[in-house]
């Protein structure tokens, strides 16, 4: 017997008489107004309708405080990134008032939960679990915006895929990612957690993190054992918190916000995420978590999401001191009616929304809505058929961190590293190159760093150093390796660093890894000076003093100002923080076993005065001109240039690649149902096999607002021997081209258009002219 059938014999009692109450309550203080109604009507995310009715069958055994419980996560109260709100957990528990539960990290501890929930509870529905799982669960691969620069979505589709199944084979059911947050100011600690600064790149990342997290783009894939349901976040715009500071406002027009913010969380729900987190921050005013406009008119009416919105771990809570509710009750009224169905940690639904129904100030029928939704998932993930599914040791040691887990998380460090620089070719260093090497700085020789933040179970001691990665690829070779640590990240003394110093002397090149401690960047993690640190920076100067050559590898969760650097050193490698196979994938890389493809998905700024900086920027009625900038009542500075150290798109190869013979099968393209056909031929100039990243720029001269002086419209990431051509075809439509003009209506609109083949955002060759009419 199915257990919702069972539970419906034992419920039916209670049920009618509390749904009498209901009615009766409710019809004493009348309904709300429809404007509170979180949606009139309940539309399923699977569309099955066996499931509804199965939903239905739950649903109708509640009473009002069961559902609410149904809208209520709590911590376990292991890892947890904010004030646990209440104490009350476990009794909630045995009372079947929670819906969901975070943190939970162990099969035993779920179990227990678990059981607790269906079999000590009236109705015994199941709980769903869920965990940041964010680039990895066990096995860590690199930070989301260092995998970015892969520019590999199958790669980031089956990273995602591999961390849900680690994690599902330990019973976790729910993620919360991928966080698609556009990132454009460096000073944000949470620029590691996503996919850079642009919308199409931000797009297509999130649409392969959420196919791999959820086993595909339906509603069917989630009853595997070995798929997680997905998150969207942070709804919405979180990213563009002024000055950096986690939490802060997001002040910006309707237009930026829809052309430049909005288009990632959308693919999101187009690639059929089952869940949206709403952000910390207010918009424009109006904090998202209490944001009907957001989380029910644009993402319910207008894109048609059908799964559950979460709120942010006690996001409803802060909406006192953001200071548009002037209690919790009241900020619980305002949430349900702007569209949060779960409350994260909180515990304002399962204190208020009972009371707050009966006032009428939050309708039932949207609580019933809310809790459908949640139901259904449930249904969907096969909780309701065997509660205990996802529990199995075996499985879990089975599908924890397996040979070819391994080498997935080893090529997708090599490909997300980013050669910045390399004069006069000093990398790579050959096994056969029989140069003395020095090995030297705070993050050569550490693992506990390399998983950067939000780095789920992964063991930090199991983290591959750099020099290990080096010492067991150079072993037995003629490369002979010594080692100076010079500095910690904040420390140094003159006796490290005449130790570095002595090291130095005695090699014929330096390799220097040096950066940030993981948790400089993460939530809540803003710096304001973005350099290296003092010591570090001491210990580089000496090592220059000694005239050797000097390759620095830069570990960070953000783009660094490499300015300094980038004079002063021979080689860059921007490295991130790249996880449990960290130190052999960048070994892959500096003795040239992987030839570099990584390309930035973030500008690098010349100094944290630039912050913002981003590619596709407006032109002002005063541009600077790039051959000649001077300031003379230009948009530009006094004291140095508009452009980044290091532009979106940009990555050097061991080899070089030309691009020409830049085609158009047509000058002319309509603004409806219309393409036009783009070809290059694409050459690997030098003399060494590798990859790299075509990537299709447009620009529209003329529109009824004013467009970015440069939009990624398409790229491809293709392989190319030694000597060898290819022609790469791009398909540009209409609709590609579209944007949100003066009406907020997304349309494409006549006008002059510039179109660029090229090898990064500011390479400005391979240009053709059109037009749309
Ligand atoms: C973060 C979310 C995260 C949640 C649960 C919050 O502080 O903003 O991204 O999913 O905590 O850990």
């Known amino acids: 017997m199915m257990i919702e059938e069972k539970r419906q014999k034992t419920g039916e009692n209670i049920i009618s008489v509390v749904s009498i109450l ?20 309940w539309q399923s995310f699977s569309g099955d309708k066996r499931i509804e009715h199965r939903v239905d069958s739950v649903l109708k055994l509640m009473t009002l405080e069961e559902k609410v419980g149904q809208m209520t996560q709590f911590s376990a109260n292991w890892s947890v990134t904010g004030p646990v709100m209440s104490d009350d957990f476990q009794s909630y528990l045995e009372k079947g008032l929670i ?10 501890g779920i179990r227990r939960m678990q059981k607790i929930a269906v079999e000590e509870t009236r109705l015994g529905i199941p709980i769903l679990f869920g965990q940041d799982v964010i680039h990895g669960y066990k096995t860590i691969f690199p930070i989301p915006l260092g995998e970015a620069c892969s520019w590999d979505l199958e790669m980031m589709r089956r990273t995602a895929e591999i961390a849900a199944i680690e994690a599902a084979s330990d019973g976790i059911n729910w993620t919360f990612a991928p966080m698609v947050d556009i990132g454009r100011d460096a000073r944000w600690g949470r620029v ?8 199409y790149l931000g797009s297509k990342v999130a649409e392969a993190r959420v196919i791999g997290f959820q086993g595909g783009r339906g509603a069917k894939s989630l009853n595997s054992l070995t798929t997680l349901l997905a998150c969207g976040k942070h709804l919405a715009a979180y990213g563009a918190a002024e000055s950096g500071r986690d939490y802060n406002p997001a002040e910006l027009s309707e237009h930026t916000l829809r052309n430049v913010y909005l288009p990632p969380y959308k693919a999101a729900i187009d690639a059929g995420v089952g869940t949206m987190m709403a952000s910390f921050n207010e918009i424009n005013g109006v904090p998202a978590t209490a944001n009907h406009w957001l989380l029910t008119e644009i993402l319910r009416n207008e894109w048609g999401f059908t799964g559950f919105v979460v709120s942010d771990y006690t996001g409803i809570n802060e909406l006192v001191p953001h200071g548009v509710a002037k209690d919790e009750k009241h900020a619980a009224e305002l949430a349900v009616n702007a569209g949060v169905d779960m409350d994260m940690t909180g515990a304002t639904y399962i204190k208020y929304l009972p009371k707050l129904v009966k006032e009428g ?20 993930l096969g909780l309701f058929d065997d509660p205990y599914r996802y529990l199995d040791e075996e499985r879990a040691k089975e599908n924890t961190m397996t040979p070819e887990f391994m080498r997935t998380a080893r090529k997708a460090v090599a490909s997300s590293v980013v050669l910045l620089k390399n004069d006069n070719q000093i990398l790579p260093i050959s096994k056969e190159s029989g140069k003395t090497v020095a090995l030297i700085g705070p993050l050569m020789n550490d693992s506990i760093n390399l998983n950067g933040e939000w780095a789920g179970l992964g063991d930090r001691n199991k983290s591959v150093p750099i020099f290990r990665g080096l010492t067991e690829k150079y072993k037995g070779s003629s490369v002979n390796l010594i080692y100076a640590e010079g500095s910690s990240i904040t420390e140094t003394t003159a006796g490290k660093i005449a130790e570095a110093v002595s090291a130095a002397r005695r090699a014929d090149i330096i390799i220097a890894a040096m950066g940030e401690d993981f948790n400089w960047s993460g939530e809540a993690a803003v710096r304001t000076d973005i350099r290296l640190p003092e010591p570090q920076h001491e210990l580089l100067k000496a090592l220059k003093g000694t005239g050797k050559p000097i390759v620095l590898i830069t570990l960070s969760g953000r783009p660094l100002d490499l300015s300094w650097e980038d004079e002063n050193m021979d080689a860059l490698l921007q490295a991130w923080f790249p996880g449990t196979q960290g130190g052999y994938g960048i070994a892959d890389v500096i003795a040239g076993d992987y030839n570099p493809s990584g390309r930035l998905v973030i500008s690098f700024p010349r100094n944290i005065g630039q912050i913002p900086i981003y590619y596709n920027q407006k032109n002002t009625g005063r541009p600077v001109d790039l051959n000649n900038e001077t300031v003379d009542y230009k948009s530009g500075y006094l004291d140095t240039s508009i452009t980044p150290l290091y532009p979106f798109g940009y990555g050097l190869s061991y080899t070089t690649f030309g691009i020409d013979h830049a085609k158009i099968d047509k000058n002319v393209l309509k603004t409806k149902g219309d393409k036009i056909t783009v070809t290059a031929h694409v050459r690997n100039t030098g003399s060494t096999d590798g990859e790299t990243v075509v990537q299709l720029y447009t620009r529209q001269l003329v529109a009824s607002v004013t467009r970015p002086v440069k939009e990624l419209k398409g790229f491809q990431k293709i392989a190319l021997k030694a000597g060898e051509s290819k022609q790469v075809t791009f398909e540009l439509t209409s609709d590609d081209l579209a944007f949100y003009g003066i009406d907020m209506q997304k349309k494409t609109e006549p006008g002059n ?14 240009e053709i002219d059109f037009s749309i009419e």
């Not at 819906?99 to 035993?108: H, L, P, R």
């Open 22 to 41: 209901a009615l009766i309550l409710l019809s004493a203080c009348g309904s709300p107004s429809s404007e509170t109604v979180r949606a009139d009507k």
């Open 99 to 108: 819906g969901s539960i975070f943190n939970a990290t162990s099969i035993d």
């Open 192 to 199: 590691m957690e996503g996919a850079g600064e642009d919308p």
């Open 361 to 380: 100030k939050v309708s039932e029928k949207s609580i019933d809505n809310a809790v459908r939704s949640i139901l259904e998932i449930k249904f969907l």
């Open 753 to 766: 258009m510039k179109l660029w083949v090229a090898q990064h955002a500011a390479d400005n060759s391979n």
